[in-house]
């Protein structure tokens, strides 16, 4: 480096060292508009002369007499300057600037008939999963009923699997949904209470959980309610109140309390909590049966069964056929799928004492639009088939039944489904509840509805030994006398004969068939008093 440069290097050092650590001079007038000293901090020269160089501002290593001032976005056309050998290199300098931002065409109109309408889904009423949920809610509370092989399957040519229901602590199905239902209840109306008006199986599940859930129930009965259903209630445990004479007038009476107390009336209904309750006989019976070809369910009452039932069952295999079964009094499914509408005026009067206030109920919109669509076929049976399907349990299957229990056995007894022969059938035995007097007189009906008791009368004369000889006829046909009716005096004009009445008991058709051909030939007026 030569000496000019050194100097030069020197000053400047010299220069920058007292302007940073010594205070500012006070500028002249003339200065203080001068820029170089507004922006002091950009000045790359010294500004003062040092040793025998009187120099003027340096900008840029030039001395010149006017500064050139270096504003910051400048500073890129500027290298950087090495003092040591006085040369300058120069660094490329990329600008970047911000992305460049891609505009997107508007998307083009369409008229409204270019697009397609996609239809929401329909909600289901009742689910699958509200069944499934419902079985593990209550099986700790409901127990898990047999499903066995029935000994009436050779009779009748098919394998019937009999899901007895009636099993359970207060004889009926309905258990099931009305549990659910009680644990379904916020925590607010189960400390209040519940309250029910109607002498049904229904009721009687509502006072035997609710008494076991510790949910305060009561019971409001007409006062023709018989002794022996009230003390099953107080059993329970539910508080029992009789009021009224007709089952209009406890309803009335049980709505009134229930507004005024704050409890909640429960009644019979087709709500999905109650159905899917229900429903869990179809999940047991399709674990119980591998294999099933066919479901035969009683429908009466609300119908909630069969349409719960039939739920489950589609689900697991839609192939099984789900078969429903209705008294010939009263066929409101029938009468509902004709007019393809839930009836609301049943102009039918069934044997109320065989299957209780059915002329009350009604067909419900949703279990019958679930009964339309997963239900395969809905029959009726006459009450002289129930009545004989009831003899049937007690003989051999050793369990009485009430006739809407037995209403499924009766349609494969009276042959209306000959469809099903030879396959694998499950029949629902939903309840058990009936008043031992009414058992009896059905048990009897049954019997001659069977062909397996006969009544006749028959003339006899008055010689000695005629009715020994009449007592000894019967003694060879093997059957027995039941009972006997000796009238002296029933007939002006036979001034010497008498009439006998006779009921005797076979044991099947057949021997009633000999029985009745050995007297028609032996007597030829008697008379045949069966039905």
Not at 102 to 130: A, G, H, I, N
Not at 300 to 306: E, M, N, T
Not at 308 to 336: C, D, M, W, Y
Not at 449 to 454: A, M, N, W
Request: with cysteine; aromatic share 8%; hydrophobic share 35%.
């Amino acid at each position: 480096m030569n000496f000019a440069a050194q100097l030069f290097y020197s000053s400047y050092l010299s220069e920058r060292l007292e302007r940073l650590y010594s205070p500012r001079p006070a500028l002249k007038a003339s200065e203080e508009n001068d820029p170089f000293w507004q922006r002091e901090e950009l000045h790359l020269g010294p500004g003062q002369s040092v040793g025998p160089y009187k120099c003027c501002r340096v900008s840029n290593g030039n001395t010149t007499r006017r500064s050139t001032l270096i504003e910051p976005e400048r500073l890129k056309d500027f290298g950087e300057e090495e003092l040591i050998n006085g040369d300058v290199t120069f660094h490329d300098t990329k600008v970047t600037g911000a992305p460049e931002i891609m505009l997107v065409e508007p998307p083009k109109t369409r008229r409204l008939s270019e697009f397609r309408m996609v239809p929401r889904p329909v909600p289901q009423y009742l689910r699958f999963e509200d069944i499934s949920a419902a079985a593990f809610r209550i099986q700790m509370g409901i127990q898990k009923t047999p499903c066995t092989y029935s000994r009436l399957s050779k009779q009748y040519g098919m394998e019937i699997y009999l899901k007895k229901e009636h099993l359970h602590y207060t004889g009926s199905v309905k258990e099931r949904g009305v549990l659910y239902l009680l644990t379904s209840l916020t925590q607010e109306q189960q400390r209040k209470g519940v309250i029910v008006a109607t002498d049904c199986n229904f009721s009687m599940a509502v006072a035997h959980h609710a008494v076991e859930m510790k949910i305060p129930v009561f019971v409001i009965m007409p006062s023709c309610c018989s002794s022996p259903r009230l003390r099953i209630y107080r059993d329970y445990g539910a508080m029992v109140i009789s009021y009224g004479s007709t089952g209009h007038d406890s309803q009335n009476h049980a709505c009134h309390l229930a507004k005024e107390n704050g409890y909640l009336y429960l009644e019979e209904e087709e709500s999905s909590v109650y159905l899917a309750g229900l429903g869990t006989v179809g999940m047991e019976i399709y674990e119980q049966v591998p294999k099933v070809d066919a479901v035969v369910i009683p429908a009466a009452g609300q119908y909630s069964l069969l349409a719960g039932t039939a739920a489950a069952i589609k689900h697991l295999n839609s192939r099984i056929l789900v078969i429903g079964i209705e008294p010939e009094g009263f066929p409101l499914l029938l009468q509902s799928l004709k007019t393809d509408g839930p009836v609301k005026d049943m102009h039918s009067y069934p044997n109320k004492k065989l299957y209780g206030d059915l002329m009350e109920r009604s067909l419900g919109v949703n279990t019958f639009h679930l009964a339309k669509k997963l239900v395969d076929k809905v029959i009726s049976v006459s009450e002289e088939n129930s009545l004989v399907a009831m003899l049937r349990f007690q003989e051999f299957e050793r369990s009485t039944v009430d006739t809407e229990g037995a209403m499924g056995l009766a349609a494969i007894l009276a042959g209306q489904l000959p469809e099903l022969r030879g396959k694998k059938v499950a029949v629902v035995v939903t309840s058990a509840n009936m008043e031992l007097e009414l058992v009896r007189q059905c048990v009897d009906r049954a019997l001659v509805l069977d062909d397996r008791v006969s009544k006749f009368s028959v003339q006899l004369g008055e010689w000695p030994g005629d009715m020994a000889k009449l007592l000894d006829v019967l003694s060879r046909e093997d059957v027995r006398l039941l009972d006997v009716c000796h009238r002296r005096h029933s007939n002006k004009s036979d001034l010497f004969k008498a009439k006998v009445e006779c009921v005797v008991e076979t044991r099947d058709k057949t021997q009633s068939a000999q029985m009745r051909k050995t007297l028609g030939e032996r007597y030829p007026s008697i008379c045949w008093l069966d039905r």
